[in-house]
């Protein structure tokens, strides 16, 4: 089950500009089982994401588990009505919760949806936070759509289905298939701690062709990114993405 748990959070102006992925998720693993925190430290691939989202009515600190584990021991305690405010050290400042909003899906509601319905051929992608993925060593800060992807297919593969490597044969069908049309870019650096990533952000619209099982496929991956996030870092902040509607297309701006 994937869940999504979304905290509007009661900040504003520079002071929110100021709070980064990394801080948040320090906040997440202070409010968690410290077993269970342990245990995310060493996997590979965190079954989780979770970022900040700046927009024009507020501030809102988006949580996003992709197994029932993580679901339990992530959204239960932050969904808590207990939960009502956090301190972050780094800027010593107290961050109230005003509002908390939590869904979820079920993932074979997600395959129905996206996997088995007719599959849109033109899709645009909003990267909202900082994207970079890491291939040969370089960090690579440009929505390649082999890294991009091959990021997806690991994420979905690892953590849903306990395989670590992408089919490399599907995963070249969908690049052969996959053009970018326009975009809307820009780099950027992300602070991980004391560290500064090459990144970017912005909106990139692909084109897609091939059989419609092909096409299916690249649109339930993009949909599954929605909550896996994309690239490297996503449980700091890093790589989260949404997919843009027909009428937001040529107008959204990050």
Known sequence: MIKRLICKLNIEGDDARCIRGDMLQGVLMEH????YAR?????????????????????YWV???LTQQAGQEIIEPLSSPDFTEFHLERLNKQVLISEKKQSFMLMKDMVNRFY?????????????????????????FYPNPRLLFGSLMRKYSTICEGITE?????LDSVVENTKIISYNLRSVYSEIGRIRLPAFRGTVTLKL?????????????????E?????????????AIRILEKRERGVYKT
Do not use: W
């Open 209 to 225: 062709s091939g059989a419609d099982s092909l096409i299916n496929y690249i649109n339930f991956l993009l949909r599954f990114g």
């Open 32 to 35: 968690i089982n410290a077993d």
């Open 63 to 65: 949580i996003q588990t």
């Open 227 to 239: 909550y896996s996030g994309v690239g490297i870092k996503c449980s700091m902040g890093m790589g």
């Open 39 to 59: 245990e995310l430290h060493l996997q590979g691939l965190n079954p989780y994401s979770q970022y900040l989202n700046l927009d024009r009515d507020g501030a």
């Open 166 to 170: 992408e089919d490399s044969d599907t």
């Open 116 to 140: 088995f319905d007719k599959g849109e051929r033109v899709l645009s992608i909003c990267f909202l936070t900082s994207t970079s993925f890491k291939s040969g060593g370089e960090y690579v």
